[in-house]
């Protein structure tokens, strides 16, 4: 024991300056991350406006107990699964997709051009690109819907419908935030050297073979990374995009978690039942990122650490 | 990159790319029309926007909508006041993020793993809104800048990005710079930030953009109008339900000049331009510069 | 001689003890209040005549203006009152935050304030006014001079000259001009894309519609209970109510209502109106003025919007007060101050300060009368292109610090000691309505009807939420034409099991029956 110490000593010394700074910034984790902390466990009290904070009682686990006998709840988590895993396997590809056939693109400017151009719906913040998408799909004066009539459909009242709001959510999402992932695979793309494409040309690698083998593998490590992150996020939809989006005709299928959070909060605040609901999708994300990233790990030996 | 000329290509080959151009371009084009709209209509005078007939193309152009930007209340200060979030928020995100990704990224650090641990750890259990604004005010910082940018120091996703692309220095320039005697410090910032100026840009471009979007800590931390960032702003007029309140009321002046929807058009690429004047410049670094992971040979 | 010295000392001790005593409080800090409103977009406060006022009155006081923005109040209101950092003197929406902040010891009880220094707040309010702060037998909030209170059935006269149609009086008779209005092309363009009438984001701004079956969602969707067989009892789940959700589906069904407005926000409804849509609206008599006058500007010449009586139905007639939902909070710190600042801007004096400036609606003209009476814009400048009057009412709009001054409110003037004055401010406000606006408020005064439920109840901020949002989402399935009974039956079987008889208990227990 003594032994580890005194070798832990040793390191120390070694590398004071180092450590130094990385516990003075540790502090600043502990100050802005891990003191706020301390508001979570209203998650296990009945916080009640005429007792505060200290003296409302402990209830445990009733919050949560109470959140999983709820009907609502099982209703907006089907939602949020659904959306998210729609989201994963549609959104998450494409930026993957992008990549790939903008690295195969021969006219630097034509990439750069796209590179940019798909970059800036990023900027756009979800308040007004909502109010833009609401115009196109209008079924009255909405371009897609003028598309389908010329075709000789009829028009689809889009947004108010259960069958394509789910679809909706899921495209602009991709439309949106696409570019940014792209830039993020292209930027891993650049990092594989020359040679390895030189020496597979000269071994007679076709272009197909060449992304199998070189490019895909290239981003391997940024995909892991990402994909481990995002299903730590599963139980997040985007807020603000369902937020805007949603209206009473899509409740059924587009209320999550983090909107009906949102509702119980408005009223006054009911605290402890709001904490109780972001713990229980904190620590699903948790165990989500500690299990798969401990499964792609031992196939890819790629992770998070 | 290297590959063969087009023309060496097999025909499937040559198939895919072409596809890949096609596909690209359409998509591209999908992209930008929602900004393309947005730009036109803060060009258009109100009734043509009214009328639903602003799509791509601003109808009757005018240049008021930005005339009225410049006179309202609140919004030049509001963008004094996101530039200086900006500028300095961004500066003390670079360096706090390099400040911590450089020990996390060496093998050498004691107590590495924990360290990491716990910096990812917060990265999965976001902090509330609520204790945050508590400690904010037990440390004194409402309404003042530094309730922006301190407590938003470091986003651990892109210190993460510093950190992996810190790893990738090769060992050897380390050892010889402590050979000659150089301390941490001098490593950190005549070695590595030099070396990583595709990241940081990248990185300083994410932070760039999160601090000028700010929004729900700049409502609820700033209390005078005079402090308010631009988001904070150009949101509360987004939002103004009263619409007719503020239509030009003269019919010469409804065919010319710019009403609500126009100015809140106008005030939205306001609020973007910085930011997309900056990225192109930062552009030519991504495409070096994000490894959050890597291949070699 | 010592005990002389001594006792005189002891006086000049004593006396100067006093003396320092008294100076020392008249050299008191100031006091400080800070003041939260929530302001129309960013609008010069700080600098408004209002405000000026108030510091010229109260050089004790220094103000410190705090707005909250309208669209984060949701995310305002929570974080104050979980820091227990709420402003002096707050406006918010009582109907939210009441009993919590009632609990929470956040907000002081009125009474001794309003007895002490409130006597011209007092006798300011309108009839049943104060109830809408009043809980637990004490007075917390005072309710807002609520301008827009009333709300009429609105028609096209120029569209029923031209098809030549009488005014509507029953529902069938609405129904039969709403037909005409979606296809016989009323506004003359050749095309079919005029609708009877509109929603706002689903069964919103349509009250007149629901209270022909003696039911209601109530403004905005808030509520609206009625008393039946001496108890207070919900609107929302009696079965009329499915009976004017049927008869707004069949409606919906023939096309008679813009099929969008079921999803529509408040832009995309207005812009309906401005592009000459619609026919039938239900809205504030207050604002016909500006509306007839942007239709005629934008090119519709006979462009007559004009108020009705609501439509008669089954079992009534009527339409949606707003209520009070917004009110004003004191925190306890400095209640008697800030209750003594407020009440100055209720008093004649106020009046004459700011200039006329600080009316809930109304602006007056940047120059006073010749009597220094403020002098505000008539029905007829306000329709007027080429007046100033909109620029004027932006700037007035946008500097208020809070709103206890209407010349609509026939009580504003009731303890002024100046009756010439009171009789000018009401004869201003008679100069300000037009005859449209005169004539819906008529009508408004007449058939406005006003919830029961005048508080909210410690049960509401645990389900009432979860129950509107249910509402919504059943009145939407049915009015779009699913199965209404199924979507009925689920509504109420919701409604019983999440919270609905807990309201209604608490209601008759805190809320009774007078």
Redesign the interface.
């Known amino acids: 024991m003594t032994e580890k110490w005194a070798a832990f000593t040793r390191q120390v010394r070694k590398n004071r300056l180092l450590f130094l700074m990385a516990t003075a910034v540790l502090v600043w984790y502990a100050v802005f991350r891990y003191v706020p902390y301390w508001w979570n466990i209203i998650a296990f009290k009945d916080f009640q406006w005429g007792l505060g904070f200290q003296n409302s009682p402990w209830i445990g686990l009733g919050n949560f107990r109470a959140l999983f006998r709820d009907p609502e709840f099982y209703k907006v988590l089907r939602n949020t699964l659904v959306i998210s895993g729609l989201k994963l396997a549609v959104s998450f590809p494409f930026p993957i997709l992008l990549a790939i056939l903008l690295n195969e693109v021969f006219h630097a400017a034509f990439r750069k051009t796209v590179q940019t151009v798909i970059f800036i719906p990023f900027f756009i913040s979800w308040v007004i690109y909502a109010s833009i998408l609401s115009a196109i799909l209008s079924p009255s004066s909405g371009m897609l819907n003028f598309l389908i009539s010329s075709l000789g459909g009829k028009p689809i009242y889009f947004l108010a419908s259960e069958a394509w709001f789910r679809a909706i959510l899921v495209i602009s999402d991709l439309l949106k935030n696409s570019g940014y992932y792209t830039v993020i695979y292209l930027a891993a793309l650049a990092g594989v050297d020359e040679e390895v494409y030189e020496a597979a040309i000269c071994d007679g690698a076709n272009l197909f073979q060449r992304i199998r083998h070189i490019t895909l593998p290239g981003i391997a490590p940024v995909i892991t990374i990402l994909f481990i992150l995002k299903l730590g996020q599963i139980l997040t939809v985007d807020f603000e995009q369902v937020y805007i989006l949603y209206n009473p005709m899509v409740y059924s299928v587009g209320d999550v978690i983090d909107t009906f959070n949102y509702r119980q909060g408005i009223q006054g605040g009911r605290f402890s039942y709001t904490t109780a609901l972001g713990l229980f999708n904190s620590t699903i994300g948790f165990i989500m990122v500690l299990s798969s990233n401990w499964v792609l790990q031992k196939l890819t030996d790629n992770g998070l650490w | 990159m290297a590959r063969p000329g087009f023309r060496k290509y097999l025909p499937a080959e040559k198939l895919f790319v072409v596809l890949a151009y096609g596909f690209l371009a359409v998509f591209a084009a999908a992209c930008p029309f929602p900004f393309l709209n947005v730009l036109a209509k803060s060009f258009s005078p109100e009734f043509y926007i009214q009328q639903g007939k602003v799509w791509l193309w601003p109808v009757h152009p005018t240049l008021n909508g930005y005339e009225k930007i410049l006179e309202a209340q609140g919004i030049l200060l509001g963008f004094r006041n996101s530039l200086i979030v900006a500028v300095v928020g961004t500066t003390v995100n670079l360096v706090m993020s390099s400040l911590i990704a450089y020990p996390l990224s060496r093998r050498r650090l004691p107590l590495r793993r924990t360290y990491v641990t716990l910096v990812v750890f917060t990265m999965l259990f976001p902090t509330g809104i609520i204790p945050m604004y508590i400690l904010v005010k037990s440390l004194g910082m409402i309404n003042s800048m530094t309730s922006l940018i301190l407590p938003y120091a470091i986003t651990t996703f892109n210190m993460i990005i510093v950190k992996n692309y810190f790893q990738t220095v090769p060992d050897s320039l380390e050892e010889s710079a402590f050979i000659d005697g150089a301390g941490e410090l001098t490593i950190l910032f005549r070695i590595f930030i030099p070396l990583s100026k595709p990241v940081l840009a990248a990185v300083g471009l994410f932070y760039l953009i999160s601090n000028w979007n700010i929004f729900m800590p700049a409502v609820l931390f700033l209390t005078s109008p005079s402090k308010y960032t631009i988001q904070v702003v150009l949101r509360d007029i987004l939002t103004q339900h009263m619409l007719e309140d503020q239509l030009p009321f003269d019919k010469g002046a409804l065919m010319s000049k710019a009403g609500p929807e126009a100015i809140q058009a106008a005030v939205t690429i306001a609020a973007m331009i910085p930011v997309l004047a900056v990225y192109p410049f930062l552009q030519r670094y991504f495409t070096r510069g994000i490894m959050i992971g890597s291949v070699k040979g | 001689m010592k005990k002389l010295t001594c006792l005189s000392l002891c006086l000049f001790l004593l006396s100067s003890a006093f003396l320092f005593a008294g100076g020392g409080a008249e050299t008191k800090q100031k006091v400080s209040l800070r003041i939260a409103g929530i302001p129309?977009?960013?609008?010069?406060?700080?600098g408004s005549v209002f405000m000026a006022s108030l510091k010229t009155k109260f050089p004790d006081v220094e103000f410190?203006?705090?707005?909250m923005?309208?669209?984060?109040i949701?995310?305002?209101?929570?974080?104050l009152?979980?820091?227990g950092?709420l402003p002096d003197i707050l406006q918010g929406n009582v109907q939210?935050?009441l009993?919590?902040?009632v609990?929470?010891n956040?907000i002081a009880p009125l009474d001794e304030a309003l007895a002490k220094v409130g006597k011209d707040i007092v006798a300011n309010q309108r009839d049943g006014q104060l109830a809408f702060g009043q809980y637990g037998g004490k007075q917390y909030a005072i309710a807002n001079q609520y301008l827009l209170k009333y709300f009429a059935q609105m028609i096209r006269m120029d569209w029923l000259e031209k098809l030549g149609l009488k005014v509507p009086v029953t529902m069938d008779e609405f129904r039969e001009v709403a037909r005409a209005f979606t296809l016989k092309d009323p506004d003359g363009n050749g095309k079919q894309?005029t609708y009877g009438t509109s929603f706002r984001?689903?069964v919103n701004f349509i009250d007149s519609f629901f209270h022909a079956y003696g039911v209601a969602p109530g403004h905005h969707q808030a509520g609206m209970w009625r008393v039946r067989g001496g108890k207070q009892t919900n609107d929302w789940v009696q079965p009329q109510m499915k009976e004017a959700l049927l008869n707004l589906a069949s409606w919906y069904k023939e096309g008679l209502i813009a099929?969008?407005s079921?999803?529509y926000d408040?832009?995309?409804w207005?812009?309906q109106y401005?592009?000459n849509k619609v026919g039938m609206w239900y809205h504030q008599p207050a604002?016909l003025p500006?509306?007839n006058?942007?239709l005629?500007?934008?090119g519709v010449e006979n462009a007559k919007m004009w108020p009705i009586d609501p439509p008669k139905g089954p079992y009534g007639q009527g339409t949606t007060n707003e209520g009070q939902p917004w009110g004003t909070f004191f925190a306890p710190k400095n209640v008697m101050k800030a209750v003594e600042v407020f009440n100055y801007t209720y008093t004649q004096d106020f009046y004459l300060a700011s200039k006329g400036q600080g009316d809930a609606y109304y602006a007056p003209k940047a120059e006073v009368g010749a009597n220094g009476w403020p002098v505000f814009y008539t029905a007829a400048e306000m329709a007027d292109?080429?007046s100033n009057?909109?620029t004027r009412?932006?700037e007035i709009?946008?500097s208020k610090v809070w709103t206890s001054f209407s010349i609509e409110n026939p009580s504003q003037t009731k303890n002024w000691a100046n009756r010439d004055l009171a009789a000018n401010v009401s004869q201003q406000y008679k100069n300000t309505q037009g005859p449209e606006t005169t004539a819906g408020n008529l009508l408004a005064d007449k058939w406005a009807m006003t919830t029961t439920k005048t508080v909210p109840v410690p049960a509401?901020?645990?389900y009432?939420?979860?129950l509107q949002?249910k509402f919504?989402?059943m009145?939407?399935?049915i009015v779009?034409g699913k199965n209404a009974d199924q979507v009925w039956n689920d509504w109420i079987a919701f409604y019983n099991a999440?919270g609905g008889p807990e309201i209604e208990a608490e209601v008759n227990k805190l809320i009774p029956v007078k």
């Open positions: 129309e977009a960013t609008g010069n406060v700080e410190k203006w705090e707005p923005l309208y669209s984060a949701n995310e305002k209101m929570p974080v009152m979980a820091s950092d939210t935050y009993p919590q902040l609990a929470g956040l894309d984001q689903n099929p969008e079921l999803t408040w832009n995309n207005w812009a401005l592009q604002r500006e509306m006058a942007t005629k500007k934008a292109a080429t009057y909109e009412r932006k709009m946008y509401d901020a645990k009432f939420v979860n949002t919504r989402e009145a939407s399935q779009s999440n």
